[in-house]
């Protein structure tokens, strides 16, 4: 359950997520076939030492079923940091030098992305998770000038990011990943508005969305928590998540505000891309949406 002004660092509640989605590129990275390449990932789920650890090195084995249940998660978390990799070399490639990362948790892209120099990325999150990751990250140098705002999103994280040396006059190149249901739908339909307001033209802009209701997915929740608890992990993410269906589709909500918005799935992505993924991934793959949308 959330509450207002809730906070957290890596080991607990909304933090936790982070560690889980870095483990799952720890794991991709690992494949022989990996569509990228984190070497962050691994380093820094292992200096979190939880269960996730366990899960990555083997000391906690899950059985097939289990593995099954992952499979849909996994390939949507290579879909997604494929398709935000190549976002970000697009937005290089257009001449952003400018370059927001919402809700960065573990992302390690300022670091392992080759940016064009002049480039400042700024990295949004809670202070504990921001100050984890600079601890363990500590001997790495960034690609670019990396600014670490530690802010609340739900809060005026706006002037936080003035305040680092934004500026909104040049175009920006935004990210917002795994972020959106971790915010009440106030919180969210401001970040949209703010990103709205801040964006010069030219600016672009990259979301995941979610379309689908918990009940649905409630056998499949289950025995991921069974699964997880064997890491020692206690975790529903869906319970982390702000109960509220009513919210802003963000797809819909940049069209209407004049910006040109492409979307794809990750079923479609990962084809595009060689990577072959069985049926039971689908229900997973199938109910997120990656968008990507420009200020013309
Ligand atoms: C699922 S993780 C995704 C992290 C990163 N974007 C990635 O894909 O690896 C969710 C992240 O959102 C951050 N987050 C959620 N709500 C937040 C809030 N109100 N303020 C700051 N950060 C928040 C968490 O701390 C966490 O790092």
Request: glycine share 6%.
């Given at each position: 359950?959330?509450?207002?002004?809730?906070?957290?660092d890596?080991?607990?509640?909304?933090g936790?997520?982070a560690?889980?989605?870095?483990?799952?590129r720890?794991?991709?990275?690992?494949?022989?076939?990996?569509?990228?390449?984190?070497?962050?990932?691994?380093?820094?789920?292992?200096?979190?030492?939880?269960?996730?650890?366990?899960?990555?090195?083997?000391?906690?084995?899950?059985?097939?079923?289990?593995?099954?249940?992952?499979?849909?998660?996994?390939?949507?978390?290579?879909?997604?940091?494929?398709?935000?990799?190549?976002?970000?070399?697009a937005?290089?490639?257009?001449?952003?030098?400018?370059?927001?990362?919402?809700?960065?948790?573990?992302?390690?892209?300022?670091?392992?992305?080759?940016?064009?120099?002049?480039?400042?990325?700024?990295?949004?999150?809670?202070?504990?998770?921001?100050?984890?990751?600079?601890?363990?990250?500590?001997?790495?140098?960034?690609?670019?000038?990396?600014?670490?705002?530690?802010?609340?999103?739900?809060?005026?994280?706006?002037?936080?990011?003035?305040?680092?040396?934004?500026?909104?006059?040049?175009?920006?190149?935004?990210?917002?990943?795994?972020?959106?249901?971790?915010?009440?739908?106030?919180?969210?339909?401001?970040?949209?508005?703010?990103?709205?307001?801040?964006?010069?033209?030219?600016s672009?802009?990259?979301?995941?969305?979610?379309?689908?209701?918990?009940?649905?997915?409630?056998?499949?929740?289950?025995?991921?928590e069974?699964?997880?608890?064997?890491?020692?992990?206690?975790?529903?993410?869906?319970?982390l998540?702000?109960?509220?269906?009513?919210?802003?589709?963000?797809?819909?909500?940049?069209?209407a505000?004049?910006?040109?918005?492409?979307?794809?799935?990750s079923?479609t992505?990962?084809?595009?891309?060689?990577?072959?993924?069985?049926d039971?991934?689908?229900?997973?793959?199938?109910?997120?949406?990656?968008?990507?949308?420009?200020?013309?």
């Amino acid at each position: 359950m959330r509450e207002d002004g809730d906070s957290w660092d890596v080991t607990e509640s909304v933090g936790m997520t982070a560690v889980g989605v870095a483990a799952m590129r720890a794991a991709e990275t690992a494949r022989p076939d990996a569509l990228f390449q984190d070497p962050y990932a691994e380093k820094l789920v292992a200096a979190v030492g939880s269960g996730w650890a366990k899960l990555m090195s083997g000391e906690v084995t899950v059985d097939d079923a289990d593995q099954a249940r992952m499979y849909g998660m996994a390939s949507f978390m290579t879909a997604r940091t494929v398709y935000f990799d190549e976002y970000f070399a697009a937005t290089s490639a257009a001449g952003i030098r400018q370059v927001v990362i919402l809700a960065a948790g573990l992302d390690a892209r300022a670091y392992r992305l080759e940016w064009p120099s002049g480039t400042v990325v700024y990295e949004l999150d809670q202070p504990k998770v921001l100050a984890f990751k600079a601890a363990a990250l500590a001997d790495d140098e960034p690609a670019a000038d990396l600014r670490e705002i530690a802010v609340d999103l739900r809060e005026d994280w706006p002037k936080a990011l003035r305040d680092k040396g934004f500026d909104p006059v040049n175009p920006t190149a935004w990210l917002a990943e795994g972020l959106l249901r971790y915010l009440p739908a106030d919180a969210q339909d401001r970040l949209l508005a703010d990103i709205d307001a801040l964006s010069a033209p030219g600016s672009r802009v990259a979301i995941n969305t979610w379309s689908g209701v918990r009940a649905e997915n409630s056998e499949l929740r289950a025995a991921r928590e069974e699964m997880l608890a064997k890491a020692g992990l206690t975790i529903d993410v869906e319970n982390l998540w702000y109960d509220e269906d009513d919210r802003t589709p963000p797809v819909a909500w940049f069209a209407a505000h004049g910006w040109q918005v492409e979307t794809t799935d990750s079923r479609t992505l990962l084809a595009a891309h060689g990577r072959e993924v069985p049926d039971i991934a689908d229900t997973e793959l199938l109910r997120h949406t990656l968008m990507t949308a420009t200020r013309p």
